[in-house]
Nanobody, 127 residues
Framework: QVQLIESGGGPVQTGDSLRLSCAVSGRTFSTLAMGWFRQAPEKEREYVAA????????YYANSMKGRFTISRDNAKNTVYLQMNSLKPEDTAVYYC????????????????????WGQGTQVTVSS
């Protein structure tokens, strides 16, 4: 069983930055591809970004490119999401997710590729 605990969310102003963290336990972290998703009220869960096991490959949803950066520290069993120039439309619950079935340094690109999810952390951006 893989446990994921997100942190770092909170209320911010337009233009601010936040770094979300997701601490992972229960499985060797370096065997997992990791991703971030978000879900705004009354909307479907939306893919944000993913990163390969070794951190060498990343993938972003088109709308997230440029302002968001995913990274990981395998020594700390943690994946991060750096968010810059935040906008009110970024308001959502942000979830991290783990893909245990990934092969080599592949990147999961669909919600269904992920096997375990955290509880989420709320990000609220006010204008």
């Amino acid at each position: 069983q893989v446990q994921l605990i997100e942190s770092g969310g909170g209320p911010v102003q337009t233009g601010d930055s936040l770094r979300l963290s997701c601490a992972v336990s229960g499985r060797t972290f370096s065997t997992l591809a990791m991703g971030w998703f978000r879900q705004a009220p009354e909307k479907e869960r939306e893919y944000v970004a993913a990163i390969s096991r070794n951190g060498g490959n990343t993938y972003y949803a088109n709308s997230m490119k440029g302002r968001f950066t995913i990274s990981r520290d395998n020594a700390k069993n943690t994946v991060y999401l750096q968010m810059n120039s935040l906008k009110p439309e970024d308001t959502a619950v942000y979830y991290c997710a783990a893909d245990i079935r990934v092969i080599n340094i592949g990147i999961p690109k669909k919600l269904d590729d992920f096997d375990y999810w955290g509880q989420g952390t709320q990000v609220t951006v006010s204008s």
